[in-house]
Nanobody
Framework: QVQLVESGGGLVQAGGSLRLSCAAS????????MGWFRQAPGKERESVAV???????YYTDSVKGRFTISRDNAKNTVYLQMNSLKPEDTAVYYC????????????WGQGTQVTVSS
């Protein structure tokens, strides 16, 4: 069973950048569909970016052109590079893994807080 640990969150001014990391153990990230989700106070959790086992990527419209999801198989880590951050990007960001062929993300990290000040 894969375990996920996020890091890299923090406080940044609008227009700034952060890179989130998701270190995996107990499984290889290249054999899972990996995703980044976020949940802001009072809002539902939303998918931000996904990378398939084959390397295809998906982004929610609000982050396209600003965020990049990537994977380092040697480090068994998934990243979310976030540029041009906006106050509305403030949320707890979660890394998740989904077994290929499954419909639900079954493995989740503990989350990391990202706060963007205006």
């Amino acid at each position: 069973q894969v375990q996920l640990v996020e890091s890299g969150g923090g406080l940044v001014q609008a227009g700034g950048s952060l890179r989130l990391s998701c270190a995996a153990s107990g499984g290889t990230v290249s054999s899972y569909v990996m995703g980044w989700f976020r949940q802001a106070p009072g809002k539902e959790r939303e998918s931000v970016a996904v990378i398939s086992s084959g390397g295809s990527t998906y982004y929610t419209d609000s982050v396209k052109g600003r965020f990049t999801i990537s994977r380092d198989n040697a480090k068994n880590t998934v990243y979310l590079q976030m540029n041009s951050l906006k106050p509305e990007d403030t949320a707890v960001y979660y890394c998740a893994a989904r077994r290929v062929g499954m419909t639900q993300f079954g493995y989740w990290g503990q989350g990391t807080q990202v706060t963007v000040s205006s």
